[in-house]
């Protein structure tokens, strides 16, 4: 009775950890029942928190029911250390898991995964909206993309996405005085940039409500040293198909195989449905572009993506591309806090993860290889786009590439030449 008294007090203090308190109750209990039955410590507790969370999202046999299972073999076995061997197994069997090519089944639609409605708010606070972005490392070789906050938050609901770690209020604000706030952005006219507004936010995914497009098609059509690009993952181009969209505008789509899009990335345009825009976009003569980002490594993922692939080649000119770019899975320590508190079912934690120059993300080894299968798809297009990687290290890029840039300000000039002399080409 003093133990359960004294225990009682342990796990209490336990309990109030956050993403204990963010699961379902019955999850909770799994784990009280488990920290009770053995007496865990704090950081036994906290790790089989993460192991809970993380069999839930991926769709394993529950915590509770693999303890239980352990605890009967051990009796059988005549084995009496269950705590450490208990603990030591479900270590065992979660890293394994994580070490094998994900699984993807067929998508369950009775699951409810389509992000919650927002509420669009309009904002004239004085907030900066004009900055780097906001994954810029000197310890990765970096394009030096600048980026326009136009919208933060996204309506979209990618479940590895790091915006929802920035903006968790529910709310999508869109900059009321937009115009004037780019119009004053202290430009040096002799130098070039390369402008995304896809960082906080899709680009497209509200169109052009409270003027947020028509604010930066002035902005890009009264700089003539700039390149701005629009990212997305929708299908929402009428207004762009409509109005005049100056030369030095692009337009890329981040794209993953079907099967990946309907297991992560919810809310979003199919793939079909991208390439569509895409295609739409480019026969208005605008230069489009592709992120190959996040690759992910699951089972059957080099027939996927070379199919995907095929389709881009055979869709486009690469004298319509500006740029292909490569990334794969990589987390800040918040974002995998985050989604483990979201309760959503969701297998992109359910990789190997190495640091990443302060990041988590695939081995380097597996990077290498998933990498070099996509750039060697492309090879039809080499030298007629521009291929690249974000926010990977020097090594890496040697390794996939064969070489690298000096510094990163010739990376970002070479990007910035390659695309405004494709735009000035379909002018």
């Given at each position: 009775?003093?133990?359960?008294?004294?225990?009682?007090?342990?796990?209490?203090?336990?309990?109030?950890?956050a993403?204990?308190q963010?699961?379902?109750?019955?999850?909770?209990?799994?784990?009280?029942?488990?920290?009770?039955?053995?007496?865990?410590s704090?950081?036994?507790?906290?790790?089989?928190?993460?192991?809970?969370?993380?069999?839930?999202?991926?769709?394993?046999?529950?915590?509770?029911?693999?303890?239980?299972?352990?605890?009967?073999?051990?009796?059988?076995n005549?084995?009496?250390?269950?705590?450490?061997?208990?603990?030591?197994i479900?270590?065992?069997?979660?890293?394994?898991?994580?070490?094998q090519?994900?699984?993807?089944?067929?998508?369950?639609?009775k699951?409810?995964?389509?992000p919650?409605?927002?509420?669009?708010?309009?904002?004239?606070?004085d907030?900066n909206?004009?900055?780097?972005?906001?994954?810029?490392?000197?310890?990765?070789?970096?394009?030096?993309?600048?980026?326009?906050?136009?919208?933060?938050?996204?309506?979209?609901?990618?479940?590895?996405?790091s915006?929802?770690?920035?903006?968790?209020?529910?709310k999508?604000?869109?900059?009321?005085?937009?115009?004037?706030k780019?119009?004053?952005?202290?430009?040096?006219?002799?130098?070039?940039?390369?402008?995304?507004?896809?960082?906080s936010?899709?680009?497209?995914?509200?169109?052009?409500?409270?003027?947020?497009?028509?604010?930066q098609?002035?902005?890009?059509r009264?700089?003539?040293n700039?390149i701005l690009?629009?990212?997305?993952?929708?299908?929402?181009?009428?207004?762009?198909l409509?109005?005049?969209?100056?030369?030095n505008?692009?337009?890329?789509?981040?794209?993953?195989?079907?099967?990946?899009?309907?297991?992560?990335?919810?809310?979003?345009?199919?793939?079909?449905?991208?390439?569509?825009?895409a295609?739409a976009l480019?026969d208005?003569g605008?230069?489009?572009?592709?992120?190959?980002?996040?690759?992910?490594?699951?089972?059957g993922w080099?027939?996927?993506?070379?199919?995907?692939?095929?389709?881009?080649l055979t869709?486009?000119?690469?004298?319509?591309v500006?740029?292909?770019?490569?990334?794969?899975?990589?987390?800040?320590?918040?974002?995998?806090?985050?989604?483990?508190?979201t309760g959503?079912?969701?297998?992109?934690?359910?990789?190997?993860?190495?640091?990443?120059?302060?990041?988590?993300?695939?081995?380097?080894?597996?990077?290498?290889?998933?990498?070099?299968?996509?750039?060697?798809?492309?090879?039809?297009?080499?030298?007629?786009?521009?291929?690249?990687?974000?926010?990977?290290?020097?090594?890496?890029?040697e390794a996939?590439f064969g070489n690298?840039?000096?510094?990163?300000?010739?990376?970002e000039?070479a990007?910035?030449?390659?695309?405004?002399?494709?735009?000035?080409?379909?002018?």
């Open positions: 009775m003093k133990k359960d008294v004294s225990y009682s007090a342990r796990f209490g203090k336990f309990s109030e950890n993403l204990y963010s699961i379902d109750p019955q999850l909770q209990d799994s784990i009280r029942d488990t920290g009770f039955r053995h007496g865990l704090y950081q036994e507790l906290r790790q089989i928190t993460e192991i809970a969370i993380d069999l839930d999202m991926w769709g394993e046999p529950s915590l509770i029911e693999q303890v239980r299972q352990l605890e009967r073999e051990l009796r059988s005549g084995s009496y250390d269950h705590k450490k061997m208990i603990i030591n479900l270590r065992d069997r979660w890293v394994s898991l994580k070490q090519e994900t699984r993807y089944g067929t998508p369950n639609r699951l409810n995964n389509r919650e409605s927002r509420k669009v708010i309009a904002s004239d606070g907030q909206v004009f900055g780097m972005c906001p994954v810029a490392s000197e310890r990765t070789v970096c394009c030096n993309l600048m980026t326009i906050d136009a919208v933060q938050g996204c309506s979209l609901g990618c479940s590895y996405c915006i929802q770690t920035f903006y968790t209020d529910g999508i604000v869109v900059e009321k005085n937009l115009s004037e780019l119009k004053a952005i202290p430009l040096n006219p002799d130098k070039n940039y390369h402008i995304g507004s896809g960082q936010s899709d680009s497209l995914a509200i169109g052009n409500r409270n003027g947020v497009l028509d604010a098609l002035d902005f890009a009264n700089n003539s700039i690009e629009f990212k997305t993952k929708s299908k929402n181009i009428e207004y762009l409509k109005t005049d969209v100056p030369h505008v692009f337009v890329s789509w981040s794209l993953n195989p079907q099967l990946f899009i309907e297991q992560e990335e919810h809310g979003t345009a199919s793939m079909n449905q991208r390439l569509a825009a295609r480019a208005k605008i230069i489009v572009g592709f992120h190959f980002h996040p690759i992910v490594h699951y089972q080099e027939k996927d993506y070379h199919d995907l692939i095929h389709k881009v869709g486009f000119s690469p004298y319509e500006g740029i292909v770019s490569m990334g794969t899975l990589t987390f800040i320590k918040p974002a995998i806090r985050k989604l483990r508190m959503i079912k969701s297998k992109v934690l359910q990789i190997p993860m190495d640091d990443a120059s302060g990041k988590r993300s695939y081995p380097k080894s597996t990077k290498k290889m998933i990498f070099q299968f996509v750039l060697n798809e492309f090879s039809p297009w080499h030298n007629k786009v521009f291929f690249y990687m974000c926010m990977e290290e020097r090594e890496l890029w996939v690298c840039y000096e510094n990163n300000v010739e990376f000039e990007l910035y030449q390659h695309v405004s002399s494709k735009m000035v080409s379909v002018e």
